[in-house]
């Protein structure tokens, strides 16, 4: 979380704490790791639930503890400066997905970040940080 919260952030400490003093969080890192694993994205998503920690943060778990030599599409982060890229292109999550549930949204976005990188010749996550990179200012592609 530290590594999240860049140099202006002073909430960190606050949420850091937050997350290590929730009980759930042995069985919470656990649970998400193996969905992860299996390719569950969506019911990793479901599954994270820790005081002080939301998506931006727990999908960088989800990218760190998947595995690297899984052939499917591995996790990404999500955060708001990646969302607010895809959104200036055009993209919504509610609308890839069909629905409105985060979970899915979020499946929807890992498929469609693989989808797009492949005919790019680039990967997932190399597209991702691009995007989070532009942070909404898609017009400096």
């Known amino acids: 979380m530290i590594w999240g919260s860049g140099t202006t952030n002073g909430r960190g400490p606050r949420y850091t704490e937050a997350a290590l003093s929730d009980a759930r969080m042995?069985?919470?890192?656990?649970?998400?790791?193996?969905?992860?694993?299996?390719g569950d994205m969506s019911e990793a998503y479901r599954q994270f639930a820790l005081n002080g920690v939301g998506r931006s943060f727990f999908t960088k778990w989800f990218a760190a503890v998947?595995?690297?030599?899984?052939p499917?599409?591995?996790?990404?982060?999500l955060d708001d400066r990646v969302f607010r890229s895809l959104n200036a292109l055009g993209w919504t999550s509610w609308k890839a997905a069909g629905t409105r549930h985060w979970p899915t949204r979020y499946a929807a976005y890992v498929s469609s970040m693989h989808g797009w990188a492949s005919p790019?010749?680039?990967?997932a996550d190399w597209l991702e940080w691009l995007l989070f990179h532009l942070n909404g200012r898609v017009d400096e592609l």
């Open 26 to 38: 042995p069985t919470v890192l656990r649970t998400t790791r193996e969905a992860v694993r299996d």
């Open 66 to 70: 998947d595995n690297r030599d899984a």
């Open 72 to 77: 499917r599409d591995r996790a990404l982060i």
């Open 120 to 123: 790019l010749g680039v990967t």
